[in-house]
């Protein structure tokens, strides 16, 4: 893949127009005292057509689920998915043979002590800037590596940057994916896990009490606090996804306020490039589905599908929904068996990537489920474009490819 980047130090000779880029490693240099900085050009050398980056967009608010849903994506296309080699220990990047995977939170442009200074949160659009996101975003999707500024959850400052090279998939995964216009168009697929209040709270409740130590009192509040700019700036973006998992309490257990059980809702547009919704039994068709029995073991309170065509922001949409939770994973491979358009590659694929991540959070349930399905679709719709610009290309650069 070709990499059109040159690196010049303040002194050089060469003539670069001052980009946000350079403002914003100014700006980290500012705050770190970095004393050599470097500021990234580009030369016009973009890749050929067949090797440009396929960019995947992942909206979530924080601790939605993010980061298991990457994990279980970058599964999918094999290898392990690590930080830069060599590079920052609190970098946000995983790495693998065919995925990087950039935190949007590097785009920070306030760092910690700024926004209390400002007064403003980190989902707030002050608090990042869209310029530099954007610039990047394009610049690896044309083929070029970037120097992508490093946001230090450990230290709530903003780190020196690191190189990115262009992979052959970029997922530009948090809270913001889908909020700048342009940045949305430089999207080949986009998803918005959208997690209802009250399993946002079991979640939390569940990873920062009884991981972090935090009181329920101080979790309460950080979701409060966050409400209103996740209400305004967060939330709405589902409306541009591909597809959306939601993720609500129960409707077989009455008054359930465990959250423990979960109904989970796969809502994919219909009519998008390279993406064909998956259905249950009869595309098109309304259907519920049962499916406990003597082919799957179903404890209390059972399992429940529902699937049919809707509506979703005006768009229309196809809609798979799972309430309940598995008893024996295996068992998996009967529901499997009743979907159509998943993408796999062999029989049994989705049970197969589900037993091997048995321990991911969700695995039990629609979560887990539909993610790994909505992995198989990035898969295949991957594997679409990189087809289709193949036979595309001159017959001198396909032999290449
Ligand atoms: N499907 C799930 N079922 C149950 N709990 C889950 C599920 N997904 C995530 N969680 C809970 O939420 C926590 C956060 O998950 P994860 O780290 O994947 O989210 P994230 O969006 O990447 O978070 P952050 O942005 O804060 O790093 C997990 O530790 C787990 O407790
Ligand atoms: O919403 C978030 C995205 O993960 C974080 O709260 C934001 O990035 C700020 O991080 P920190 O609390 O570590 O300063």
């Keep these: 893949m070709a990499v059109c980047t040159v690196y010049?130090?303040?002194?050089?000779?060469?003539?670069?127009?001052?980009?946000?880029?350079?403002?914003h490693l100014a700006f980290?240099?500012?705050?770190?005292?970095?004393?050599?900085?470097?500021?990234?050009?580009?030369?016009?050398?973009s890749a050929a057509a067949e090797e440009k980056t396929i960019v995947i967009g992942l909206a979530a608010d924080s601790g939605c689920g993010k980061s298991t849903f990457m994990r279980r994506l970058t599964s999918v296309f094999g290898g392990a998915a690590e930080p830069p080699k060599g590079g920052n220990p609190d970098s946000n990047t995983l790495i693998s043979d065919t995925t990087t995977v950039i935190c949007l939170d590097d785009y920070h442009s306030l760092d910690r002590t700024g926004r209390k200074k400002e007064g403003v949160t980190a989902l707030d659009p002050r608090a990042n800037d869209f310029d530099l996101m954007y610039?990047?975003?394009?610049?690896?999707?044309?083929?070029?590596?970037?120097?992508?500024p490093i946001y230090n959850h450990v230290s709530g400052l903003l780190d020196?940057?690191?190189?990115?090279?262009?992979?052959?998939?970029?997922?530009?995964?948090?809270?913001?994916?889908?909020?700048?216009?342009?940045?949305?168009?430089?999207?080949?697929?986009?998803i918005y896990l959208d997690i209802s209040n009250e399993v946002k709270f079991a979640w939390k409740i569940q990873r920062d009490m009884a991981e972090r130590g935090h009181s329920l009192e101080s979790i309460k509040a950080s979701i409060e606090a966050r409400k209103p700019d996740f209400d305004a700036y967060i939330d709405p973006q589902k409306q541009y996804a591909d597809a959306v998992i939601e993720v609500l309490p129960t409707q077989l257990i009455p008054d359930d306020n465990e959250g423990k059980?979960?109904?989970?809702?796969?809502?994919?547009?219909?009519?998008?490039?390279?993406?064909?919704?998956?259905?249950?039994?009869?595309?098109?068709?309304t259907i519920s589905w049962i499916p406990c029995g003597r082919k799957l073991t179903c404890s209390y309170p059972g399992i429940k599908f529902n699937y049919g065509p809707d509506t979703y922001f005006s768009n229309e949409v196809s809609v798979l929904e799972m309430d309940g939770q598995f008893d024996r994973l295996d068992e998996l491979i009967y529901v499997e068996s009743h979907l159509s358009n998943i993408s796999t590659k062999f029989y049994g694929e989705v049970t197969q990537q589900m037993l091997k991540h048995s321990d991911?959070?969700?695995?039990?349930?629609?979560?887990?489920?539909?993610?790994?399905?909505?992995?198989l679709k990035i898969r295949d719709l991957f594997e679409q474009i990189v087809a289709e610009r193949a036979a595309a290309a001159p017959v001198g650069a396909a032999a290449k490819a």
């Design 8 to 23: 010049t130090t303040p002194s050089s000779p060469c003539s670069i127009s001052s980009s946000s880029t350079t403002r």
């Design 28 to 45: 980290t240099q500012r705050q770190q005292q970095v004393n050599i900085f470097y500021r990234r050009t580009s030369i016009s050398c």
């Design 135 to 148: 610039e990047q975003v394009k610049a690896l999707k044309d083929g070029v590596a970037v120097e992508k």
């Design 160 to 190: 020196p940057p690191e190189l990115i090279k262009p992979p052959k998939i970029l997922v530009i995964e948090g809270l913001h994916p889908m909020f700048d216009s342009r940045v949305r168009d430089l999207l080949d697929f986009s």
């Design 261 to 285: 059980v979960l109904r989970v809702k796969l809502i994919m547009k219909e009519g998008v490039k390279y993406f064909s919704p998956v259905y249950l039994f009869d595309e098109g068709s």
């Design 360 to 375: 991911f959070p969700g695995s039990n349930n629609g979560t887990g489920l539909f993610q790994t399905i909505v992995g």
